[in-house]
């Protein structure tokens, strides 16, 4: 998960390396750091530097690592012989690795020889049981596989042991919204919601996940949530505004005829309104005109 | 006593969606599709005009799609133009199959139009265009049938999805080798960024092809 600074300064630093201006190993470090994953730009710019003797040389002992990062690249490119070769590579300096048995077995997923991946990181498992990558490349074959349910049971029971690594239950999350389980991925967002509450994306994405189970209580939270977010991005979210908007019109419609929520919730949306009016009129001017149609039509109900 | 049905899709609305497909290789894609039926009842037909890249994360989310769904109406209602179908791009290569979230949100097109049309792209096909001479789309369509399930259009019906412009292929082709697939804005990156928007992408892809047409 990256912020927004990092995401730009990554962006510059692509667009430099790409025009010519230099500046491809700083990239690929950064890249690498903030686990993106851009495997074709890695792909181009790591092999323009291990192809050049000279480039490699400089970069001492980290000309393995960026063997490394260039045959994860090229696999997830399906450059199938690029990977091969950086393996072979390694396998020559580092014998017996386990870090390259690691590669190894992705090699064999990537060709998709699922049993034989299966077999190779079952054995690296026995020597490691606590290998993260390893337990996690388990799920993400299942999911290649179209074996979303065993992707599902092999994360659980990858968070049973690691229940602290945020980006399997955000990957976990969406592997439940995208099969419209969306009790399950609410559950995940309040596990990470409890464990780092200061991080707007939980929020955010727990009161999108709660609007669209539906029914007023959850409705009712999921504006808290959107409100919270507001809160934690100092009312810069385009998303946050949106949704409370949103909510108060969909709870509104719940709500006719019946007391309703009073004038604190309609004061809620006029200033979320306002603040998205005052954003468009100032970066997207041209579709301003597009944005109010849009509040006043989630206006109708108050 | 009626013509079958055609469903035609414009150059310009094909080639945005395929390339919103490569721009998010990793993750599912998709979008709305904009037109008007046409040809009364000797010659029934789906015009698709023009199509508007929405997502390529957290598909099954409700509150941006509705966002989205209220602002596109709004916009083509003043040209004059309705919904009149959805595209979606699975996340794996080799999967073929019409999804539940895709269904559902075919579901919600169909209240606009009965004969709403559901395009999931092919990924074979499209992985074999530079190779082929193939002039049709490389997307499977799907229409909803009585029984309220959406239904594969297999390719013997005369109610397959064409290309108007018979070149399209071409075009796409030599957009995919150039790169253009990186200037498209969805939905999602105006929502992240919402000083980034499509408008400035229909002007330049029409001008390219003005260009190399009049360089030919």
């Known amino acids: 998960m990256v912020s927004k600074t990092e995401e730009a300064q990554v962006n510059r630093l692509e667009n430099q390396v790409d025009n010519g201006g230099g500046g491809a190993w700083e990239y690929l470090c950064l890249v690498r750091t903030l686990k993106l994953r851009r495997s074709d730009k890695v792909l181009k710019h790591g092999l323009s530097i291990l192809n050049d003797p000279k480039k490699r040389s400089s970069l001492g002992p980290d000309e393995w690592t960026l063997y490394e990062q260039v045959a994860i690249a090229a696999m997830d490119c399906q450059c199938l012989d690029v990977a091969k070769d950086c393996i072979k590579v390694l396998q020559k300096r580092f014998p017996d690795s386990k870090r390259v048995g690691k590669l190894e077995a992705m090699l064999l997923e990537a060709k998709g020889s699922w049993v034989e991946a299966e077999k190779a990181y079952t054995s690296l498992l026995e020597d490691n049981p606590l290998d993260q990558v390893i337990h996690k490349r388990r799920s993400a074959m299942a999911k290649a596989q179209g074996n979303t349910s065993g992707a599902i049971e092999w994360l659980n029971k990858y968070l049973e042991i690691f229940m602290a690594d945020h980006d399997a239950w955000r990957e976990l999350a969406e592997i439940y919204v995208s099969l419209q389980m969306y009790k399950q991925a609410a559950f995940c967002y309040e596990e990470l919601i409890l464990s780092q509450p200061t991080t707007p994306l939980y929020h955010l994405a727990y009161a999108d996940v709660l609007y669209t189970l539906g029914g007023l209580e959850n409705l009712q939270t999921a504006k808290k949530y959107y409100a919270s977010t507001i809160d934690l991005t100092g009312g810069k979210n385009t998303r946050a505004l949106l949704g409370i908007c949103l909510c108060t019109f969909s709870i509104g419609e719940l709500t006719k005829g019946r007391n309703k929520e009073g004038k604190e919730s309609s004061d809620l949306q006029c200033l979320a309104a306002a603040a998205l009016e005052k954003d468009y009129k100032q970066r997207a001017p041209t579709k301003l005109a597009l944005l109010n149609s849009t509040l006043k039509s989630l206006k109708l109900s108050s | ?216």
């Open chain 2, 1 to 216: 006593m009626g013509g079958e049905l055609r469903y035609e899709i414009g150059q310009n609305a094909y080639i945005k969606l395929i390339l919103h497909t490569l721009k998010h290789k990793t993750s599912a894609v998709n979008g709305v599709l904009l037109g008007r039926v046409s040809g009364g009842d000797t010659k029934p037909v789906v015009e698709i005009t023009d199509s508007v890249p929405l997502f390529h994360s957290q598909i099954g989310l409700l509150p941006p799609l509705e966002i989205a769904l209220v602002q596109i109406e709004e916009y083509y209602d003043q040209q004059g133009l309705n919904i009149v179908g959805y595209y979606h791009a699975n996340e794996r290569f080799d999967d073929f199959e019409l999804g539940t979230v895709a269904k559902n949100i075919g579901d919600h097109i169909y209240r606009y139009i009965p004969q709403a049309a559901v395009l999931l792209l092919d990924n074979k096909k499209l992985e074999a265009l530079p190779k082929g001479k193939d002039r049709s789309p490389v997307m499977q369509l799907y229409t909803r049938d009585v029984s309220r399930s959406w239904k594969l259009v297999g390719s013997d019906g005369s109610s397959q999805v064409t290309i108007k412009e018979p070149s399209a292929n071409i075009v796409l082709v030599d957009y995919i080798s150039s790169g253009k697939w990186q200037d498209i804005i969805d939905f999602d990156d105006h929502l992240d960024d919402i000083s980034k928007y499509e408008h400035k992408l229909l002007f330049s892809l029409f001008f390219h092809h003005l260009i190399t047409y009049f360089c030919e």
